[in-house]
């Protein structure tokens, strides 16, 4: 009760931020452990979050910053042991529904206010708002809200920024819709000049949280796009999916931890250095629920008992399994 009357009302910004997020860490690590959110608890903490949301007197960029929950190695580390990241996401997508829902007429407002009725700047108040926009965007999608999805691809086809076009891309990474992959594959088709860009399409085929992401990133290893002799390439898709993909690469059957061995292995031999940062992946599996903690040690063993692997991969692979 105390963190929700500080989400409320503290005047210190920086303390109301803090409360929002030691509530939400303590609700989720509850729902994680139990597997099921408590909705109540749920709704009371998007309740509070209501109060900052309508408050004009706020900046919308700190909004923004109140409505986005722990991440889920934030919160994997909170828990510290027996770490089941599937949970974890379950857990915080299920949180964030229950936001979307209570605050669902809040949330529209937002996203059909404009951020701005003038040509796009970067200045901070204009990329404040669009902060903000997208932000209760992204929440109203992950509710399969129809209109947001719309909005959302409205957004993508209508943008005048690179920001508005990446964060509708990013928003439809997190979903299993069928326009994810349309729109991916418009992105490619419009920007595969630029080597810039496809980084971040490549890093975009990385992040959707599903077992499926496993051979859709393999078969992307193999696309045009995509070089294992290019560290950027290498970086963009696989260290995205290895270190901002925690359901992905945690997979139970190990096939993710798989993938990235073979990853490993070949760039050893074309850039050491790149595949020993790379093997910095697997240093949290201690952490793991024991299934997939055998799994990463096993696939830790398999590389470094190689025989011909590099001084730098061997050593990381060995300090790791310390």
Not at 161 to 169: E, G, H, I, K, P
Not at 231 to 238: D, F, G
Request: hydrophobic share 45%; glycine share 4%.
């Amino acid at each position: 009760n105390d963190l929700l009357f500080q989400m409320k009302h503290d005047r210190d910004l920086f303390n109301r931020w803090e409360a929002a997020q030691t509530y939400a860490v303590r609700l989720l690590v509850e729902a994680t452990k139990a597997e099921e959110l408590d909705e109540a608890e749920g709704a009371k903490f998007a309740t509070a979050l209501g109060y900052t949301l309508r408050d004009e007197m706020l900046e919308p960029a700190f909004i923004a910053q109140m409505l986005n929950l722990p991440g889920e190695s934030d919160l994997a580390r909170e828990i510290a042991k027996n770490v089941d990241p599937s949970a974890v996401h379950r857990s915080r997508l299920a949180l964030n529904k229950v936001i979307a829902t209570t605050l669902e007429g809040d949330f529209h407002h937002v996203i059909n206010t404009p951020a701005s009725n003038a040509a796009y700047s970067p200045n901070a108040v204009d990329a404040g708002k669009r902060t903000l926009h997208n932000t209760a965007l992204g929440l109203l999608v992950a509710a399969e809200n129809p209109d947001a999805i719309e909005c959302l691809e409205s957004q993508y086809h209508l943008a005048d920024n690179m920001t508005d076009v990446m964060a509708a891309l990013r928003i439809l990474s997190q979903t299993e819709l069928p326009l994810r992959a349309v729109l991916l594959n418009h992105f490619y088709s419009k920007w595969k000049s630029d080597h810039l860009v496809v980084d971040k399409w490549l890093m975009l085929n990385a992040l959707p949280p599903f077992a499926a992401t496993v051979g859709e990133v393999s078969d992307l290893m193999r696309h045009e796009a995509f070089s294992m002799k290019n560290p950027n390439k290498v970086r963009a898709l696989i260290g995205t999916f290895a270190s901002a993909n925690p359901v992905a690469f945690n997979q139970p059957d190990g096939t993710g931890y798989d993938l990235v061995l073979e990853t490993i292995l070949t760039l050893d031999k074309i850039n050491p250095q790149v595949a020993a940062r790379l093997t910095g992946v697997f240093k949290s599996w201690r952490a793991l629920e024991t299934g997939r903690k055998e799994k990463a040690q096993q696939a830790l063993h398999r590389l470094a008992d190689r025989p011909d692997l590099s001084q730098d991969t061997f050593e990381i692979a060995t300090k790791s399994l310390e």
